[in-house]
């Protein structure tokens, strides 16, 4: 019962924030409508048991990315974010591709069979998490830790040509 | 039911506490440091020694007009100093206020306290934007820069204890603590850190660019009115109450007192003991404020990016070899 509702209130929040992020004329209220979302998504991971999960997401997404989205549009819009066209004439076009693949996703996760199965998670998550990188997953962990360090070399030595 | 009733108390209790223990009492010793640090005598007429200066503060605030600045953002003006405010008191949930007495004991505690403070640097940077006002603006995208620059820092050293520790809740931490002799180095020089960016955190003197006044008028609450700069007012007291207590949690053994109170019972010792090191961190941070001048917006972050973030790399990896080297 509690969760139904936490479920439909979370899903209430979500949805509205996601048409705000979408249909609003401003930049900026874009951008800043995107962290309830991202929040209401975190809130779906506390009902489902991933307590880390859903801290990292609000560490991560909700704290430093979005804070980085409105810090590029202060920068480089002469920080009003009006001036920003948020759509052009291609709506119709845009709108037929979203309904297309809203379909597709609607269908294969329809068909998809899901494990129903009740299994229950380990009791402290974060380790599991640990343990997992550094066991079953060290080669994909390890790969995407390179990357990561090659993005930020790039990211310095794009930002520092000018020198 | 049970469950709910809990929920609705500990919010009540928190959020006064908050309001009267945090927000209102730290404005008054603020002050009274302040004065003291500057051979003053600070406020004094209301109430005995000046005690309730703030209330009557508080209520010339409640009575004044509310102003709208011409060209705001009427919503978004409106909604930034409650973020701050509510991210602040986010942070209340996984503090230990002594043995059995915390809202909750979250399995990822810490991590939940870091991000939600996190939330703050939102708040601020939309109160900057949404006030149409240059300096306002300028004083929000300097925040946003330092916060999200000093919560590496801070994080990585919240992280070295976790790593001594290897748990997340603020609970256990507490009960790890004395932490084992050989790790010392590393969780003193992890205390430094998490000292210097908690002051960075809470925009605080030597590090308050966000609200320079000599170059940006009070930064990003410029066209506050008085309501809803308490409002700013509660969560930069809450926050910087917050992180007091976490540094206590962390690094001075929590409700743990060198000696135990005669006749009250664990949790009321516990509960003072923790009051006390955390009343004693904010007078630090105090102190340093009144002490020091402030640094210039790219010395702090060169603080950060340059010394701060490889030191607790390092100390990090400190932590990792004396714990391996522990056997």
Known sequence: MAEAV?????????????????????????????????????GYYVLLGAEFLAAIQILIYAGAITVLILFVILLTEGATGLRVRPRNEQVPLGAITCLVLAALLIAVLTRTPWPQTRSSLPEYNPGAVGESFLTAYVLPFEAMSLLIVACLVGAIVVARREE | ???????????????????????????????????????????????????????ADLLKLLQKEHILPAGADRLMFAAAPVVVAVAALLSYVVLPWGPGVIVRDLGVGVLYFTSVLSLEVVGILTAGWASNNKYALLGGLRSAAQMVSYELPLGFSILTVATITGTLSTVRMVEAQPYPWYTYPSVIVAGLVFLVAATAESNRIPFDLPEAESELVAGYFSEYSPLRFALFQLGEYGSLFATSALFVTLFLGGWRGPFELPLVGPVVDGIFWFLLKTYAVVFFFMWVRWTYPRFRIDQLLNVSWKLLLPVSLANLLLAGLLIAGSG
């Not at chain 1, 979370?10 to 409508?33: C, D, I, K, Q, Y």
């Open chain 2, 1 to 55: 039911m049970a469950e709910v009733i809990r929920i609705v108390l500990s919010v009540v209790i928190v959020f006064t506490f908050v309001a009267v223990g945090v927000a209102l009492f730290l404005v008054l010793m603020e002050r009274k440091v302040s004065a003291w640090v500057q051979a003053r005598i600070g406020p004094r007429h209301v109430g005995p020694y000046g005690a309730l200066q703030t209330v």
């Open chain 1, 6 to 42: 936490a479920f439909y209130g979370l899903t209430a929040v979500a949805l509205g924030a996601s048409l705000m992020v979408v249909l609003s004329r401003n930049m900026v209220h874009a951008a800043v409508s995107l962290i309830p979302v991202l929040l209401a998504i975190a």
